[in-house]
């Protein structure tokens, strides 16, 4: 009796490598309460500011310290301000430890930045040494993510390794993100990341700054204070100024 062949059973799930955008806690205490103030000082009542974004906790600042965190109370504080932590980085072995003890997972060490191309040109040189000497080498341009269409209230994009361009509005709870600089030649309403990975010469540009949340290089200012009259809801920027987001007109 002849064998029936067997159609092949596909895979009902894969396992693939995924890159995530995640924000980053960065201690520089391990006094909770501490961080609590500084939570309402910053965000005030406005828990909706964030909408349960994945957090990473970097304990590097205070892996030094001896005192205990309360990590169940830490979790508790950022998930009052809609913020989710998933994983902590960086801590001494008994920090990591208390940190596995609340349900945080051990997020792997940061890599190496990646180099950018270059462009070699060789050149001849007409002498008698018969060798050829490579030019100063060239860094390629940064890429830009330009996009066209209105971004609503959910929608979430990102310019990984350049600058990012919007040429429509970016409604309530929208996000945009950008390694480098962000421009938005039009209404700016979400919330608007510039200089992601840490680039602290990143800016933010509105030709209408209307915007729930600004930050640069990991310094975030909100607008539970409303921004002053020359620049609310006109073309400005925001560039940062040491530690402090400046927010400044532009005459266009």
Same mark, same amino acid.
């Given at each position: 009796?002849a064998?029936?062949?067997?159609?092949?059973?596909?895979?009902?799930?894969?396992?693939?490598?995924?890159?995530?955008?995640?924000?980053?806690?960065?201690?520089?205490?391990?006094?909770?309460?501490?961080?609590?103030?500084?939570?309402?000082?910053?965000?005030?009542?406005?828990?909706?500011?964030?909408?349960?974004?994945?957090?990473?906790?970097?304990?590097?600042?205070?892996?030094?310290?001896?005192?205990?965190?309360?990590?169940?109370?830490?979790?508790?504080?950022?998930?009052?301000?809609?913020?989710?932590?998933?994983?902590?980085?960086?801590?001494?072995?008994?920090q990591?430890?208390?940190?596995?003890?609340a349900?945080?997972?051990?997020?792997?060490?940061?890599?190496?930045?990646?180099?950018?191309?270059?462009? !070699?040109?060789?050149?001849?040189?007409?002498?008698?040494?018969?060798?050829?000497?490579?030019? &100063?080498?060239?860094?390629?341009?940064?890429?830009?993510?330009?996009?066209?269409?209105?971004?609503?209230?959910?929608?979430?994009v990102? &310019?990984?390794?350049?600058?990012?361009?919007?040429?429509?509005?970016?409604?309530?709870?929208? !996000?945009?993100?950008?390694?480098?600089?962000?421009?938005?030649?039009?209404?700016?309403?979400?919330?608007?990341?510039?200089?992601a990975?840490?680039?602290?010469?990143?800016?933010?540009?509105?030709?209408?700054?209307?915007?729930?949340?600004?930050?640069?290089?990991?310094?975030?200012?909100?607008?539970?204070? &409303?921004?002053?009259?020359?620049?609310?809801?006109?073309?400005?920027?925001?560039?940062?100024?040491?530690?402090?987001?400046?927010?400044?007109?532009?005459?266009?």
């Open positions: 009796m064998a029936v062949p067997t159609a092949p059973v596909p895979a009902v799930f894969d396992l693939k490598s995924a890159s995530l955008t995640l924000v980053a806690l960065l201690l520089r205490t391990t006094d909770v309460k501490a961080l609590e103030a500084e939570f309402a000082a910053r965000f005030g009542d406005t828990p909706e500011l964030f909408d349960h974004d994945p957090v990473v906790v970097d304990l590097g600042a205070v892996a030094e310290s001896t005192e205990d965190i309360d990590f169940p109370a830490l979790v508790d504080l950022m998930q009052r301000y809609k913020l989710r932590p998933i994983a902590a980085k960086g801590g001494s072995p008994a990591m430890e208390a940190a596995s003890a349900g945080l997972v051990e997020a792997p060490p940061d890599g190496p930045a990646p180099q950018p191309r270059v462009v !070699e040109r060789v050149v001849e040189r007409i002498v008698e040494v018969p060798a050829a000497e490579p030019a &100063a080498a060239e860094p390629a341009a940064r890429p830009t993510l330009i996009v066209d269409k209105p971004l609503r209230s959910g929608q979430q990102y &310019a990984r390794g350049g600058d990012l361009v919007v040429l429509a509005v970016v409604n309530f709870g929208a !996000e945009v993100i950008a390694d480098g600089s962000i421009h938005v030649y039009a209404p700016l309403r979400g919330r608007a990341v510039a200089g990975k840490g680039d602290t010469s990143a800016r933010i540009f509105s030709t209408c700054m209307e915007p729930q949340l600004v930050s640069i290089a990991g310094t975030y200012r909100t607008t539970d204070t &409303a921004l002053p009259a020359d620049v609310h809801g006109k073309p400005a920027q925001v560039r940062l100024d040491g530690e402090k987001l400046v927010v400044q007109p532009l005459k266009l």
